[in-house]
Nanobody
């Protein structure tokens, strides 16, 4: 199983981006899905997560601006980001947990750059 991310890019402050993450290969019963990010010189931090039933949680720093969604039938998830700020500049990683194998998978990361 591999996670493929796309949708990063460069925007001006206040702009929007939508990140996508797709699980390729045979993935069974993916429960938790989440987005993390790592800014320059910082540790990787949790951004948002969503369970199989669609219940989502967000870091305080992105609440009200980011929205995580998923499609269980296609093993995909998205992160819609609006009102982007320079502090949101980071490499964004998706992560999925496959219950059947008890294993986490990570995407390769996609760069998001927000300029003032």
């Amino acid at each position: 199983v591999q996670l493929v991310e796309y949708g990063g890019g460069s925007v001006l402050a206040g702009g929007s981006l939508r990140l996508s993450c797709l699980a390729t290969g045979e993935a069974f019963d993916i429960s938790d899905m989440a987005w993390y990010r790592q800014g320059p010189g910082t540790q990787r931090e949790w951004v948002a997560s969503i369970d199989r039933g669609g219940s989502a949680n967000y870091a305080d720093s992105v609440t009200g601006r980011f929205r995580i969604t998923r499609d269980n039938t296609r093993n995909m998830m998205w992160l819609q980001m609006i009102g982007l700020k320079p502090v949101d500049t980071a490499v964004y990683y998706c992560r999925m947990f496959e219950t059947a194998r008890g294993q986490y998978y990570w995407g390769q990361g996609t760069q998001v750059t927000v300029s003032a």
